[in-house]
């Protein structure tokens, strides 16, 4: 269900028109229907934290109960706006998230991204809430893991110190952020582990979700 579209007029919409309860206005005809406002669960964090193995991980194991989605598959150059800080990429997860809600499973995505990259988005009204979990490590551990990747993910010595002083910044500032994000060290921590501690996070977070 493409809630961008009147499910009456057939009407597309460039942002959602969401009203209290949970319902949709369509922009062209004044048509109102309900839709399932779910909260989005975010397992975000620096590239190298170990976002894509927790979500080899969890996505069988969670299969029964969520829909977890690795972020990246989406980076293509369709949607890589560089002049509008990637807004397109962003709002398409967001709006794919709400689509995949209407099937009363609630979405994990992995992928980095920050409260200020999604909070200020029309389609963030879609849903009820996003909380964000942010993995974290060591910065010596950190770069590390980024000089042992493959050479196509192209991790020379200049993009690997963005990424820490991006690391750095995210530990300073992820109690502040609106909403704020809890943070989860995976130094030295083995992948099974890191895992397990997300899945008690989501089972924690999704015990307010509506059923």
Same mark, same amino acid.
């Given at each position: ?56 991980? @969890? *996505?069988?194991? =969670?299969?029964? &109960?969520?829909?977890?989605? +690795?972020? /990246?598959?989406?980076?293509? %150059?369709?949607?890589? #706006? ?59 551990? @950190? *770069?590390?893991? =980024?000089?042992? &990747?493959?050479?196509?993910? +192209?991790? /020379?010595?200049?993009?690997? %110190?963005?990424?820490? #002083? ?46």
């Amino acid at each position: 269900m493409n809630l961008l579209i009147c499910e009456r007029c057939g009407e597309r919409a460039d942002h959602p028109q969401v009203e209290p309860e949970a319902v949709i206005r369509c922009a062209h005809c004044g048509h109102r229907w309900p839709f399932l406002r779910l909260p989005l669960f975010c397992v975000t964090g620096p590239s190298g934290t170990g976002k894509s193995t927790v979500q080899r991980l @969890l *996505a069988g194991e =969670l299969a029964e &109960r969520f829909v977890v989605l +690795e972020q /990246d598959v989406l980076w293509v %150059a369709g949607l890589r #706006d560089d002049r509008a800080e990637h807004r397109p990429f962003r709002s398409t997860w967001l709006r794919m998230a709400a689509m995949i809600h209407q099937s009363r499973r609630p979405v994990v995505l992995c992928g980095t991204v920050v409260p200020p990259e999604f909070e200020p988005l029309p389609e963030r009204a879609l849903f009820e809430r996003i909380d964000y979990l942010c993995l974290t490590c060591d910065p010596d551990v @950190l *770069a590390e893991r =980024l000089r042992n &990747r493959p050479a196509w993910r +192209e991790w /020379d010595g200049p993009r690997i %110190a963005e990424m820490l #002083d991006y690391a750095a910044w995210i530990d300073a500032t992820a109690a502040t952020m609106d909403p704020p994000m809890t943070l989860l060290d995976t130094t030295g921590v083995p992948a099974e582990q890191t895992a397990r501690a997300v899945r008690d996070w989501l089972d924690e977070r999704a015990k307010t979700t509506p059923a």
